[in-house]
């Protein structure tokens, strides 16, 4: 039964069939605890499941509402050039101004758009988290598994979202208010408040759904994986034990024995410093080497903290990348303060675009992976993608670089750029795209090198 173990596995006791009103309020009850809550909702009858996406939807709906209603409760009148009159209602007269006249047509259209773009992320959000999911089934079934998953987040998003919101308008309304009276708190200390939360914001949805999808994943210690030869593929569960595979010769003892013919890379053996370090090195420049001592049984073995570590490290490189670009572009110098902001958004921006190319990319060889049912062990892609967080230290470069000296030197290829304005095309963005390009495909033809070096693993 994969319900059961699935429970048991995320150390959650979920009753076997929590009632209706249980799932519905789930991604509420269970904010802090996104394993519970994305299990529940998870595991849920399909009618169950239905009830706690659109109750779920109506309060991310009534949370956007009363937020209007807020915004809307101060505006400002101009009586004439540079003369503004403050005109403060309450948010029963906001909802009276709304439902008068054609004011209904727009709350349901607002509604319809809010709840579209809220759907559309998520279903977005769903199919990036297919490279961190243990599962062989079907490519809908894991999808709709990770839908789930994802919805369970809504209460998340209710309050960060609601949290960033409430700055926001809190902002809107204090820059009214300094049209009349501008002794009062500058504006800019509330646009400063809004960009430092957004990015901390999505930080906090994309770490609480990749929680709770390690809630709901199998493991696959206990699933029947036959042993195979490990040099050759051949099913050894036909042959007696002991003795050479009759296909390559290989002692099958040491297919059989653990930390034997796959010993382990050297941060699965020991996390330290160095063993990351070497670990890193070894997969960018050796891979095949090196996934062919990975280990792939259990989920343990991912190594996680061997990416949280590259994700933390490519956060201070954007920072010291805008920092050195800064300095050496700027004549005038920033202040200090401006420049707090700006490389507080490099690091957060250097991380999300690392994060969507690994996970679209790791997505996207999912599906092929899943077509050609290459993957017997579903434990495989989740680890293999986990290591190769490595790889993106290629865009890091190359789109480092690449910027920088076209701020530094404008126009260094002015070769290219003649013959590429013969297309009509702008060089600077064919150069990105094709760079990134081919490092995309040269990362595919990585996946599938690493998937040949461990898929006759049986450790
Ligand atoms: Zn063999």
Not at 84 to 108: K, M, T
Not at 165 to 191: E, K
Not at 370 to 386: E, F, G, S, Y
């Amino acid at each position: 039964m994969p319900e059961a173990v699935t429970q048991e596995h995320a150390g959650i006791a979920v009753d076997d069939t929590p009632s209706a009103m249980r799932v519905m309020i789930a991604p509420f009850r269970h904010l802090f605890q996104p394993r519970k809550a994305g299990a529940i909702l998870a595991n849920a009858s399909r009618r169950y499941f239905c009830l706690a996406f659109g109750f779920n939807m109506l309060v991310l709906l009534l949370v956007f509402a009363a937020i209007v209603t807020w915004s809307q409760t101060l505006t400002k009148k101009n009586e004439g050039p540079g003369i503004h009159e403050l005109v403060e209602r309450s948010p029963l007269d906001v909802w009276a101004g709304w439902f008068a006249g054609s004011g209904i047509d727009l709350i349901i259209t607002m509604a319809l758009l809010v709840s579209g773009i809220i759907i559309a992320c998520a279903a977005a959000l769903a199919w990036l988290q297919r490279p961190v999911m243990h599962s062989n089934a079907p490519l809908w079934t894991t999808y709709k598994r990770a839908f789930r998953v994802v919805v369970s987040g809504s209460g998340i998003l209710a309050l960060v979202g609601g949290a960033v919101s409430l700055i926001y308008v809190a902002g809107d309304h204090n820059s009214t208010r300094n049209m009349v009276d501008p002794t009062r708190v500058p504006t800019n200390l509330y646009i400063q408040a809004v960009v430092l939360a957004i990015p901390a914001a999505i930080s906090v949805l994309i770490l609480w759904v990749s929680k709770a999808i390690r809630g709901t994943n199998h493991p696959q210690e206990d699933e029947d994986i036959t042993p195979l030869c490990e040099g050759c593929g051949y099913n050894l569960s036909v042959l007696p034990t002991g003795g050479r595979c009759t296909e390559c010769g290989l002692d099958i003892v040491k297919s059989l024995t653990h930390g034997e013919y796959r010993p382990g890379n050297a941060w699965q053996i020991d996390k330290s410093a160095r063993n990351w370090s070497k670990t890193a090195l070894r997969c960018l420049f050796s891979p095949k080497q090196f996934y062919s001592q990975t280990q792939t049984k259990s989920a343990e073995l991912r190594g996680q903290w061997f990416a949280y570590l590259h994700y933390a490290s490519m956060a201070a490189f954007g920072a010291g990348w805008i920092l050195a670009t800064t300095m050496i572009i700027s004549k005038s110098g920033f202040r200090a303060e401006e420049l707090v902001f700006v490389v507080y958004v490099a690091a957060s921006m250097t991380t999300f675009a690392a994060w969507g190319v690994h996970r679209f990319v790791g997505a996207a060889v999912a599906m092929w992976w899943h077509k050609q049912d290459l993957q017997r062990n579903p434990a495989i892609l989740p680890i293999v993608h986990t290591y190769e967080t490595v790889y993106l230290w290629l865009f890091c470069a190359f789109n480092g670089l690449f910027i920088t000296s076209q701020l530094a030197i404008p126009n260094w290829f002015p070769g290219l750029q003649f013959s590429l304005s013969l297309f009509g095309l702008p060089p600077e963005s064919v150069a990105i795209f094709g760079g990134n390009g081919i490092l995309i495909l040269l990362w595919i033809r990585r996946y599938h090198r690493a998937l040949l070096a461990v898929r006759w693993a049986n450790f």
